[in-house]
């Protein structure tokens, strides 16, 4: 089993921005980062392979050119790096992982039934 810890996560003020961090417990295959708003249904924010240096990453609509996502497979850690915040994205923000050695097409990069492991989540709040 594999724990995932998310951190960074709090309060700011539209136009700003956040850095979240995830820390897995052992390495792990793709990493994402997936937020819940109130009343609404989770979805998927990015994703990084994070078993490889330079792993492919993929970004939902809605945060392209804003959000970037990282990882550093040395310490088993990813990133999202968020810039640019707008009110729509306060939520909570979840950590997810696949089992290291585990891969799937890459069509099912936002696909949650293929991570294995999650955090408790932390939550963003952007105010107007």
């Known amino acids: 089993q594999v724990e995932l810890a998310e951190s960074g996560g709090g309060s700011v003020q539209a136009g700003g921005s956040l850095r979240l961090s995830c820390t897995a417990s052992?390495?792990?295959?793709?990493m994402a980062w997936f937020r819940q708003a109130p009343s609404k249904e989770r979805e998927v924010v990015a994703s990084?392979?994070?078993?490889?240096?330079?792993?492919?990453?993929y970004y939902a609509d809605s945060v392209k050119g804003r959000f970037t996502i990282s990882q550093d497979s040395d310490k088993n850690m990813a990133y999202l790096q968020m810039n640019s915040l707008k009110p729509e994205d306060t939520a909570i923000y979840y950590c997810?992982?696949?089992?290291?050695?585990?891969?799937?097409?890459?069509?099912?990069?936002?696909?949650?039934?293929?991570?294995?492991?999650w955090g408790q989540g932390t939550q963003v709040t952007v105010s107007a």
């Open positions: 990084i392979n994070a078993s490889i240096r330079t792993g492919r990453t």
């Open positions: 997810a992982a696949r089992r290291f050695g585990v891969s799937y097409e890459e069509r099912y990069w936002r696909e949650q039934w293929t991570y294995h492991y």
């Open positions: 052992r390495s792990t295959g793709r």
